[in-house]
């Protein structure tokens, strides 16, 4: 009887020490599967890469793949004679992070040895600087296209037409000291295509429905906005990397957000006082957009 008890509980036993170690083998590879498919759908994938395109010289470019970092290319710039990479041998990266590409160096350009050595822009790129001189000019041709709009005869509002083309002429001005704060710095210009303003049809919808002024001040809300934040986004670049560059924090802050905090103030006003005009439902729009007008011209 004490020798079957001993057999069955010894049979026991083996059966518990073969099938729980399977379960778990098993339940280790299901969550090793688990957190590969998990790592798999956080690790978005990029569109496919493009060599940059440089001020002065070209890239060329190498596919180097890490299994910590993901997809990088390393692209070297090459530089026509007699001019020099500087720094040199530095090579700018591109990351694939979370479905988009991360530069990281991009401050390498070429310099002419004949050039006089001046300060440069080692914190922000040349190149985030030439964006900001392409969204301002970019700016300036819609403000351009929108202020011929209410000098049609059909619109006809000289208030607005004399605003618009101050916005204008605000926007190559800065774009203009913004190029010769890159030459100041020692770095090049970069002008870029600019494409053709799309607001014929918006504000040709906004004249049909008797509310074109309201239509104008809201992109122009937007479009400054946009130039805001990408002045923010250099600064809070520069503000990050550990060599410091407080001229160009200074000039951005004092010369840029000073007159862009300015004006997106003003635009709202105008938003908010049209909108109340319209909210009243009682056909009063037109009366403030008369009004307004008037205080513009």
């Not at 026509?80 to 991009?106: A, E, I």
């Not at 929108?146 to 002429?169: I, S």
Request: proline content about 4%; glycine content about 6%; charged content about 25%.
């Amino acid at each position: 009887m004490a020798r079957g008890v001993v057999l069955f509980f010894s049979g026991l036993l083996i059966v518990i020490g073969v099938f729980i170690p399977m379960s778990v083998l098993q339940d280790t590879k299901t969550s090793g599967v688990s957190k590969k498919a998990k790592a798999g759908k956080a690790r978005l994938s990029c569109p496919p890469f493009e060599t940059p395109v440089a001020v002065v010289g070209h890239y060329q470019c190498l596919e180097k793949r890490r299994k910590s970092y993901g997809e990088i290319y390393a692209c070297k710039l090459v530089c026509p004679s007699p001019m020099q990479s500087r720094p040199k041998k530095q090579r700018v990266l591109h990351r694939c992070y979370k479905g988009r590409w991360t530069v990281f160096n991009d401050h390498v350009h070429c310099v002419s040895s004949k050039s006089v050595f001046l300060v440069e822009q080692q914190s922000a790129s040349p190149e985030l600087l030439n964006k900001l001189v392409t969204t301002h000019l970019n700016h300036s041709y819609s403000y351009l296209a929108m202020a011929y709009f209410f000098d049609r005869a059909d619109v006809q509002l000289p208030g607005f037409h004399k605003y618009f083309m101050g916005l204008y002429k605000n926007s190559v001005d800065l774009a203009q000291d913004i190029m010769a704060y890159i030459n100041k710095r020692g770095g090049y210009i970069d002008l870029q295509e600019l494409p053709r303003p799309r607001l014929a049809e918006k504000l040709h919808v906004g004249h049909e429905e008797g509310r074109v002024g309201l239509v104008a001040m809201e992109t122009a809300v937007d479009m400054e906005k946009e130039s805001q934040q990408l002045a923010l986004d250099i600064i809070d670049r520069v503000e990050k990397r550990t060599v410091q560059d407080p001229h160009l924090v200074h000039t951005l802050e004092h010369n840029h957000m000073d007159y862009k905090i300015k004006v997106i103030k003003e635009l709202v006003d105008y938003v908010s006082h049209l909108r109340a005009f319209e909210q009243t439902g009682q056909g009063d729009y037109e009366l403030g957009e008369y009004d307004i007008d008037n205080s513009l011209q």
